[in-house]
């Protein structure tokens, strides 16, 4: 199973030789991901932090104050955001999908995934409407992570063939238009019908989905940075089976997704 976590807190200053210092309490995740989202600077080795406040710290070269608000407002994202330690780049969900059981019911995303879904009957335009909601919480982390920014394609988790409706299409649809990234949809296909929910194990859900989508031949994926789409992640055994048959066209891929539930078989 994927770990996923949240960063819980964080210092940001600059030290007297005017190096940035970052303290951060999370996992050494961050450090990757942070070196990859401004790589035009160098980052130091991991350090301990000696008045144990702090898990990790690093020094960061030749940051400006803009670049510093820039550092600040994405950790300050992580802080809600949920990382995700999968197979991919990267990964991240805007939030989990309910609140701890002491606290209850779904997250505030989690209760817009809800709502632009017709999980009976069709869908409506309230549907389509709330998914355009939904679609602007993902392009302000994508507007705050560097990263993601500079994704060359956005595409979405294929649905089975004959759907109708598809929230991660309209998703896909909705951030691309809005931020002029390419949408990459059209070079992917699920050549396989499939039904995770009849699955209860991990093993199960690895089976049902083995094999199940396609890259055509013509793609231009090779050495682009595509994110991925989607809007649950569960055991996340759909977006790592898309991810491996992206990356053997080269590409590199990082995921998105608009929640992530609290447990993984659910």
């Given at each position: 199973m994927a770990d996923h976590f949240q960063l819980t807190n964080f210092e940001v200053k600059y030290g007297r030789s005017g190096d940035l210092i970052l303290l951060l309490?999370?996992?050494?995740?961050?450090?990757?991901?942070?070196?990859?989202?401004?790589?035009?600077?160098?980052?130091s080795r991991v350090f301990e932090d000696r008045n144990n406040r702090f898990d990790w710290g690093t020094y960061v070269k030749g940051v400006n104050e803009p670049e510093r608000q820039?550092?600040?407002?994405?950790?300050?994202?992580?802080?809600?955001?949920?990382?995700?330690?999968?197979?991919?780049?990267?990964?991240?969900?805007?939030?989990?999908?309910f609140r701890p059981a002491y606290e209850g019911g779904r997250t505030e995303?989690?209760?817009?995934?809800?709502?632009?879904?017709?999980?009976?009957?069709?869908?409506?335009?309230?549907?389509?409407?709330?998914a355009k909601e939904l679609a602007k919480h993902f392009i302000t982390f994508i507007k705050e992570h560097p990263s993601?920014?500079?994704?060359?394609?956005?595409?979405?988790?294929?649905?089975?063939?004959?759907?109708?409706?598809?929230?991660?299409?309209?998703?896909?649809?909705?951030?691309?238009?809005?931020?002029?990234?390419?949408?990459?949809?059209?070079?992917?296909?699920?050549?396989?019908?499939?039904?995770?929910?009849?699955?209860?194990?991990?093993?199960?859900?690895?089976?049902?989905?083995?094999?199940?989508f396609s890259v055509r031949e013509d793609a231009p994926f090779n050495g682009k940075r595509i994110t991925v789409i989607d809007d649950i992640y569960h055991t996340g055994v759909t977006l790592h089976e898309l991810a491996i048959t992206l990356q053997k066209t080269g590409a590199l891929v990082q995921g998105l997704v608009a929640t992530k539930t609290l447990s993984d078989l659910s």
């Open positions: 309490s999370g996992g050494r995740k961050y450090y990757e991901i942070l070196s990859d989202a401004f790589n035009s600077h160098f980052f820039n550092i600040e407002r994405l950790l300050r994202r992580f802080q809600q955001a949920v990382c995700i330690d999968d197979a991919l780049k990267q990964t991240f969900a805007l939030s989990y999908h995303i989690g209760d817009l995934v809800y709502k632009s879904k017709p999980y009976h009957g069709k869908a409506r335009e309230q549907h389509r409407s709330n993601y920014l500079r994704s060359d394609y956005i595409l979405s988790v294929p649905a089975n063939p004959g759907k109708s409706y598809d929230l991660p299409s309209l998703l896909v649809a909705e951030i691309c238009d809005q931020l002029r990234i390419a949408n990459g949809s059209q070079y992917i296909s699920k050549v396989k019908q499939t039904s995770m929910k009849d699955c209860s194990t991990l093993e199960q859900k690895m089976n049902e989905i083995y094999g199940a």
